[in-house]
């Protein structure tokens, strides 16, 4: 009774520590109605949303989720409630837009700005993967008040590709479009100032 009640950011933690299977039965359970949602909604830009291939895309997220040792879970940056709600929703959505090709009709999908992640100012794609453990260092340096918050929206941004849009639509986020933006903007420069301003960047 009390696991129906744990933040599921918590119950992620404790499925990939224990590897229990009654942890990931829940987690299935409770996320399973969200990513079928996402891809209902999604199939409807262009087709009926048949359920037996609505079960298919379903599996297909799974799938994606748990390949290679759960490695999109493992590598997923956890420390804020709605960031796994988020990123199952990308995950949904992409599976449901990669069956899409096959088909026709398909460009009525905005699918054109969610390919490769924008990077900080100052930053290549390889350096930013190279220096994600520096700059998440120089993440902890911001404000107590709005650390979390803003470390949420520096990766969901530059590491998982959300928009902006996307991000504030996040209830816990509590910001406009403009806000996250603005956010976006002042954590670029931030990161600008503190990482590229380190001896790092001479290495090559």
């Not at 026709?104 to 453990?133: L, S, T």
Request: contains cysteine.
């Amino acid at each position: 009774m009390e696991k129906t009640e744990t933040p599921i950011r918590e119950l992620l933690d404790f499925c990939l520590s224990s590897e229990d299977e009654r942890y990931w039965q829940e987690f299935v359970a409770r996320t399973q109605p969200l990513i079928a949602n996402v891809i209902i909604n999604t199939l409807r830009r262009w087709r009926d949303p048949e359920p037996s291939l609505v079960d298919d895309l379903v599996q297909e997220t799974y799938l994606r989720l748990f390949a290679k040792d759960r490695k999109a879970l493992r590598g997923l940056r956890n420390e804020y409630e709605n960031t796994i709600f988020a990123f199952l929703k990308k995950v949904a959505f992409n599976a449901t837009c990669d069956h899409g090709r096959q088909g026709k009709n398909f460009d009525e999908v905005p699918i054109d700005d969610m390919i490769v992640p924008p990077c900080p100012d100052g930053f290549d794609r390889i350096q930013f993967e190279r220096c994600k453990d520096q700059i998440q260092n120089c993440l902890e340096r911001l404000p107590e008040e709005t650390k979390r918050r803003d470390q949420s929206i520096f990766w969901l941004y530059f590491e998982q590709g959300f928009t902006a849009k996307e991000i504030s639509l996040l209830p816990a986020m509590g910001l406009t479009i403009k806000g996250v933006e603005a956010a976006i903007l002042r954590l670029t420069r931030f990161i600008k100032e503190t990482c590229l301003g380190s001896p790092h960047d001479n290495d090559g």
